[in-house]
Structure formats: C-alpha cells, structure tokens
T-cell receptor, first 113, second 115 residues
Framework: EAGVVQSPRYKIIEKKQPVAFWCNPISGHNTLYWYLQNLGQGPELLIRYENEEAVDDSQLPKDRFSAERLKGVDSTLKIQPAELGDSAVYLC???????????FGPGTRLLVL | AQSVTQPDIHITVSEGASLELRCNYSYGATPYLFWYVQSPGQGLQLLLKYFSGDTLVQGIKGFEAEFKRSQSSFNLRKPSVHWSDAAEYFCAVGSSSGGSYIPTFGRGTSLIVHP
C-alpha cells in the first residue's frame, strides 16, 4: 500500500514569492492534516480536513496561507507571499478518522531567502 | 488548552541499555495519547497509542508505554536499545470536543545510541 505522498521534497524561494505544496493521502483516508514543523520542535497543526471540508483551521494564518482539498482526496497548501519565518518543514498526514493512527508523508522542506 | 511536555531534549544511552523517555500532558479528561518516531529524512511513524483500557500499552519495535493518570504521564520504555533506535521521539495528545480534534505534539526527545 502506498503511503502519503508529498511534493516537492525541497523548495527554495525568495521572500514575497508564492509557493505551493501538494499531498496525496492514503487511499480511503477521510481525514487529512497539514502540519508545520520548525527545527527542533514538534509538528504544529495548521488545518485538518474531513473529506473536502476544512475543520480545525484556527491555527492557519489566513492572511497568507490557504489550503484546499478538492474531491476529498489530494490537498494543496499555499503560501502567498512567503516570509523568511515560513522556512520550515511542512508535513501532511492522513488517517481513517480523526482519532485513528496518522500516517505521515516525508514532508516538504521550505527555505525562504 | 492541552499541552505536552517532553522534558529531555537529548537522551544518550549505550546499545543494549534500557530506555525511558518522559512525557507529561495537560488535559482535563482522558486524552488520546501517542508516541511517534521520526528518523532523519523520514516521516513520523506511530510506535503506540493509548485510548482506554489497560494502562500498559505495547507497541512496535519492542517499545511500551504506561499511562499514569495520577501523574499525567505517558512514558515510553524499551528494555534493550538497538543502534537503529537512534531517532527523534515525539509524544502527542489528542482531544475531541464538539467535532474538533486537534493533536498536540511535544517538542521531541533526540535519542543518541552509543555502541
């Protein structure tokens, strides 16, 4: 069974540029999470999807971050414009249900110059 | 608000020695509790989880954890560490209320294994 797929694995951009991350969850997983992981820290939830509905998005900086999960499968996380402080690893995870085991992708490492 | 504390940033053990990684949480009710491991360049992998029932939970790779309500702790243990166990370990707590479910992770403990 394929795991959670994320792309790109690495991204280097200049500040004020836009950037997008893509996530393909495990087939059949209704719940999808986006996390931010800073160096030396644990993951912090940005947004959780139940099918195509965004829930628990209170920690998503909506002035510059947006996310979508069309048809309840793949998801995209966008930052526009990126700031230096956005440099981090962006993790995607999926699970059958919110309280069930989360399966994480390898993450996208973003560097904003 | 719920929170997770992993008081040890780094732990160094010799191969074959026993291991205990500490985790304390703050939450009013009984939460869902998890331990994840993250190896360099890899995604987080679940080691074990506790929802209810037996407070001693067995996981993969020979790990176990014990839920102690009175101490608000969920410490991870392994009787004999292997060099391949060197990684970052994260304790997490999840709570569900009114349709909301926000998992909270600790800052992690880095395990170093000496030969």
């Amino acid at each position: 069974e394929a795991g959670v797929v994320q792309s790109p694995r690495y991204k280097i951009i200049e500040k004020k540029q836009p950037v997008a991350f893509w996530c393909n969850p495990i087939s059949g997983h209704n719940t999808l999470y986006w996390y931010l992981q800073n160096l030396g820290q644990g993951p912090e939830l940005l947004i959780r999807y139940e099918n195509e509905e965004a829930v628990d998005d209170s920690q998503l900086p909506k002035d510059r971050f947006s996310a979508e999960r069309l048809k309840g499968v793949d998801s995209t996380l966008k930052i526009q414009p990126a700031e230096l402080g956005d440099s981090a690893v962006y993790l995607c995870a999926s699970s059958l249900a919110p309280w069930e085991t989360q399966y994480f992708g390898p993450g996208t490492r973003l560097l904003v110059l | 608000a719920q929170s997770v504390t992993q008081p040890d940033i780094h732990i160094t053990v010799s191969e074959g020695a026993s291991l205990e990684l500490r985790c304390n949480y703050s939450y009013g009710a009984t939460p869902y509790l998890f331990w994840y491991v993250q190896s360099p360049g890899q995604g987080l992998q679940l080691l074990l989880k506790y929802f209810s029932g037996d407070t001693l939970v067995q996981g993969i790779k020979g790990f176990e954890a014990e839920f102690k309500r009175s101490q608000s702790s969920f410490n991870l243990r392994k009787p004999s560490v292997h060099w391949s166990d060197a990684a970052e370990y994260f304790c997490a707590v999840g709570s569900s209320s009114g349709g909301s479910y926000i998992p909270t992770f600790g800052r992690g403990t880095s395990l170093i294994v000496h030969p």
